[in-house]
């Protein structure tokens, strides 16, 4: 795969540094063959593509006729084993567990034939060994000691929380997995409203396989104000992933703790500057830290949230497999410095090149939150029009965004083609069922000059 170096990094193909989470695809064609794993970058979001780091520690241990993954506790490998691997992943695979200057971490060992399929388990639920843990393995030092300011700073951001009820996880589909795992009882099914991220989508589709919890009902909107009786948990994102929709949470709340049921809102798109789900009532808020709150790009963890009014005994919540490594606790620390400034300037930016997009004779849609506080938010989905594989290999291609990729909140702009990166090979009628379009592209606006952004993209659409 022909990979680009990305600025200021000194790592082809990498934008963000020696722990940067998001690989360059510079092309439609790179997208294409990562897709059908022609290519495989060497750096890249690390549930997916393991960092050199980690990869060096799993290539240690790796046995004959096995696949070895690095995951970052024994408790976290033994949790996914026995409550989300099917009997056959089950009866073969193994676990080890091993230490280096007190930086535990564990090796799930699985039969190569059906290495794929637990590869899908374990990203789903964001268990993989962190890069900086692995480095310090590799080197032989001890964490440092993790921030004790870092729950303070969150939940002055997440308005309504308090430090008390905040917890930091490895990343942030460990936080989602966790929450669900955790609040969902048996029983008892989710309902999730409007389109998500794919691997939470996973997530939820796959809770009646091997637990005893209902099948999943999945409503494109919610309209009707009814939900099963037999629902014990409502899941959102605010807004929408990537259709960018904002549903009136406060009606949901309203709806679900009638029945007895939670409300967990993902607001990972919408970040503190722009959504406050605990004013509408929400009962736990959930964000992936490595997007906006940390904003360079360089962090990987996730957040939640408890409503401080919630009746739910905290206790209920198990961390402990799951917990953000020490040494990611203060990067994100010093990356939060500047999140009220940095995600104003993206808002501010997002308005200018919505404007743009919205007006452009070869865009025939673009999706904008709406009814969000401080702006419409820093994300912008579009489709081109006349949409076909040529045009969009046309607009990509000449768009001079730099940072073409998986990802978003990162301070620079990131240009995603989301459907052919999260649902490549789905068929035309499960697109047409989610209502995304095959070649829709996602922006994350940063905080660069807005007429240079536009610029960019303009450099694209003119080409068509």
């Not at 060992?109 to 590869?119: F, G, K, Q, T």
């Amino acid at each position: 795969m022909k990979m680009l170096l990305a600025e200021n990094t000194g790592i082809p193909g990498v934008s963000g540094g020696t722990y940067g989470v998001s690989c360059i695809l510079p092309t439609l064609q790179d997208v294409i063959d990562y897709e059908e794993k022609r290519q495989i970058p060497q750096q890249g979001y690390p549930r997916f593509i393991p960092h050199p780091h980690v990869a060096k520690i799993q290539q240690k241990h790796k046995l004959d006729g096995f696949d070895a993954f690095a995951v970052q506790t024994m408790e976290a490998a033994t949790h996914i084993v026995d409550h989300f691997f099917e009997t056959i992943l089950q009866e073969n695979c193994r676990i080890e567990e091993h230490e280096v200057c007190g930086n535990t971490y564990a090796i799930l060992h699985v039969d190569s034939r059906l290495a794929s399929r637990a590869s899908d388990n374990i990203t789903n639920s964001g268990i993989v060994l962190n890069a900086r843990k692995a480095s310090r393995i590799l080197s032989e030092r001890p964490a440092p000691l993790a921030s004790n300011k870092l729950k303070i700073i969150l939940s002055k951001l997440e308005k309504g929380s308090v430090a008390e009820k905040t917890w930091c996880f490895n990343s942030g589909m460990a936080a989602i997995y966790c929450a669900v795992l955790s609040l969902l009882k048996p029983g008892k099914r989710a309902v999730v409203i409007g389109s998500c991220y794919t691997d939470s989508h996973k997530i939820f589709s796959k809770l009646s396989e091997h637990r005893s919890f209902g099948q999943t009902v999945f409503l494109d909107r919610f309209q009707n104000g009814t939900l099963p009786e037999d629902t014990g948990l409502v899941f959102l994102e605010m807004p929408s992933n990537p259709l960018l929709r904002v549903e009136d949470l406060e009606a949901i709340t309203t709806r679900a703790h009638a029945c007895g049921a939670i409300v967990l809102v993902d607001s990972t798109i919408g970040s503190p500057w722009h959504c406050s789900p605990f004013e509408s009532s929400a009962d736990w808020v959930v964000h992936s830290s490595s997007k906006s709150l940390s904003g360079k790009n360089n962090h990987l963890g996730g957040v939640l949230f408890a409503n401080p009014n919630t009746q739910i005994p905290t206790q209920r919540i198990q961390t402990a497999p799951f917990e953000m490594d020490p040494e990611e606790t203060v990067i994100l620390e010093q990356n939060l410095v500047d999140f009220s400034a940095r995600i104003a300037k993206m808002s501010k930016n997002a308005k200018i090149v919505a404007e743009f997009l919205g007006t452009h004779h070869q865009v025939q849609k673009i999706y904008l939150p709406q009814n969000l506080k401080n702006g419409n938010g820093h994300v912008i989905s579009f489709v081109l029009k006349d949409e076909s594989e040529q045009r969009a290999r046309v607009f990509y291609d000449h768009c001079a965004i730099e940072t073409k990729g998986p990802s978003m909140g990162y301070e620079r702009t990131m240009l995603m083609p989301y459907t052919l990166i999260t649902r490549y090979f789905d068929s035309e009628n499960t697109l047409t069922s989610l209502g995304l379009s095959r070649y829709l592209m996602r922006l994350s606006v940063g905080t660069e000059n807005a007429k240079e952004i536009v610029k960019h993209l303009e450099n694209g659409l003119n080409k068509l």
